[in-house]
């Protein structure tokens, strides 16, 4: 698996989706199958447009932010949704854009900053995410955060009308310890 350690941490940002050129970009990501066959926005809605996601950045719910690589050109996005800041949780959701950028190491820094933003400056007290069965580039994230097991939603997620489990996992605030588990 890749190591933390073998890119710069401080060459990667999250940008907010201020520009109508990036939440285009973002919502052309979201809308294409390899991406949004993992997600579900509520509703059975899957693909989101542009109108939609300027709909939830205009929502408190919602927290996301296009990564970049080390030119700061943006790769993907990642969101923390069903922000509650009463209860003190989200949900974490992620989407790899760029696929020229898989298993570098990427999305994993993306679901660290992510956490440090909901641990350290939303003050959450647990992010929860879940994951298809079969998507195992995703499972790799959640293993590699300590992310606990929580539960199984069977035979709830359709991919070309075969339905897949959903592994449900979350991650406490006592418990991110970063990159690295330190």
């Known amino acids: 698996m890749y190591s933390p350690d073998s890119m710069s941490f401080n060459s990667m940002q999250?940008?907010?989706?201020?520009?109508?050129?990036?939440?285009?970009?973002?919502?052309?990501?979201?809308?294409?199958?390899?991406?949004?066959?993992?997600?579900?926005?509520?509703?059975?809605?899957?693909?989101?447009?542009?109108?939609?996601?300027?709909?939830?950045?205009?929502?408190?719910?919602?927290?996301?932010?296009?990564?970049?690589?080390?030119?700061?050109?943006?790769?993907?996005?990642?969101?923390?949704?069903?922000?509650?800041?009463?209860?003190?949780?989200?949900?974490?959701?992620?989407?790899?854009?760029?696929?020229?950028?898989?298993?570098?190491?990427?999305a994993l820094l993306a679901v660290h900053m992510a956490l440090e933003l909901a641990f350290k400056e939303l003050g959450l007290a647990a992010v929860n995410v879940w994951a298809v069965e079969c998507n195992h580039a995703s499972l790799r994230i959640m293993k590699y955060f300590d992310f606990k097991p929580i539960g199984r939603q069977r035979k709830c997620h359709y991919i070309d009308d075969r339905a897949y489990d959903r592994l449900w996992f979350d991650l406490l605030s006592s418990e991110f310890k970063g990159l690295n588990n330190d």
């Open 14 to 106: 999250l940008l907010p989706l201020t520009s109508p050129e990036l939440i285009d970009l973002a919502a052309g990501w979201l809308s294409e199958k390899r991406n949004y066959q993992w997600l579900d926005f509520g509703n059975g809605v899957q693909k989101l447009d542009s109108l939609a996601l300027k709909i939830m950045l205009r929502k408190d719910a919602h927290l996301i932010r296009a990564f970049t690589d080390e030119g700061n050109r943006p790769i993907g996005v990642v969101g923390l949704s069903s922000i509650d800041r009463k209860f003190k949780t989200a949900s974490l959701w992620i989407a790899l854009g760029e696929k020229q950028y898989s298993k570098k190491g990427y």
